[in-house]
């Protein structure tokens, strides 16, 4: 009965610690977070076309409230947040004009860039309208961008975020494969395309990884999160091709934001 009463006392003992060690960790996570400055920049991947409820204020920035980087500042309450992807960003456009409110107070820096220097917006209208030849050939010329001149033009932007914030932690995030092969899609591309094209985002993510790697930044992949949310998956976190809103094509929806990329961000900020 003693003994009874002393492992009763123990364990209450030992559940009390455990649980205000919890509640510390989870307030000092909150206050961390509260005391963070966030600058969300890149491109339509990280503006939130395809998510809807875009903010009127952004013009064809096309900056969503169900983008990634709202939701996190949503819930983490930080400092400050600044948000300055835009629709069809480029590189240059990323140094051009979003890294106004980098500074030395800048913590934490997401972006994701890349795809619209390789053609992304080409190869995809390529493959739905020209033939699989086309789409092949389109897709080897993206690729051959990526090893001669895509590494360069990372590097200009990953320079400059560490010049004008040289304390933040930056997360690079990178692009989901579209489709799932073997899929319920019965009519469209080629099966053989859709795996090119797959192939074609895996190597873009490698170089990226790998220049975000060499300035010191931490690469987000968000292929698995979406894994078994591709295009021609049946629960899809990507719009097909959307003749009535061709710019949200192949774009994440809300729940590919909240359940693609927000997790990788929280995973790696």
């Known amino acids: 009965m003693k003994m009874s009463r002393l492992v009763a006392f123990s364990s209450s003992l030992l559940l009390g610690t455990v649980l205000a060690l919890t509640g510390a960790s989870v307030a000092q996570a909150q206050e ?11 491109d ?7 998510a809807g409820a875009y903010d009127s204020a952004s013009g064809d ?14 819930a983490n309450n930080p400092a400050s947040f600044a948000f300055t992807a835009c629709s069809g960003a480029r590189t240059g456009d990323v140094t051009a004009g979003q890294l106004g409110p980098l500074s030395s107070a800048t913590d934490l820096v997401s972006i994701s860039i890349g795809g619209n220097d390789a053609g992304f917006a080409d190869v995809m209208t390529t493959c739905v309208l020209q033939s699989e030849a086309t789409c092949l050939s389109r897709i080897a010329t993206a690729r051959a961008y990526v090893d001669s001149t895509l590494p360069g033009k990372l590097d200009s932007v990953y320079a400059a975020i560490s010049a004008k914030a040289p304390s933040a932690h930056v997360v690079v995030l990178g692009y989901p494969r579209f489709y799932k092969l ?8 080629s099966e053989k395309e859709r795996s090119a094209i797959n192939g074609a985002a895996d190597y873009l993510n490698a170089a990226t990884a790998k220049r975000a790697a060499d300035h010191g930044f931490t690469f987000g992949d968000v292929a698995p999160t979406f894994t078994g949310h591709e295009i021609c998956s049946g629960s899809a976190w990507l719009h097909s091709v959307n003749w009535l809103n061709i710019g949200e094509s192949y774009h994440p929806t809300a729940a590919g934001q909240s359940g693609g990329y927000l997790p990788v961000l929280n995973s790696k900020a």
């Open 32 to 42: 961390s977070a509260q005391s963070v400055d966030y600058v969300a920049l890149g």
């Open 44 to 50: 339509s991947y990280s503006s939130g076309v395809g």
């Open 61 to 74: 920035c096309k900056r969503s409230t169900r983008a990634y980087p709202a939701l996190w500042k949503a």
């Open 182 to 189: 073997g899929g319920s899609c019965i009519a469209g591309l």
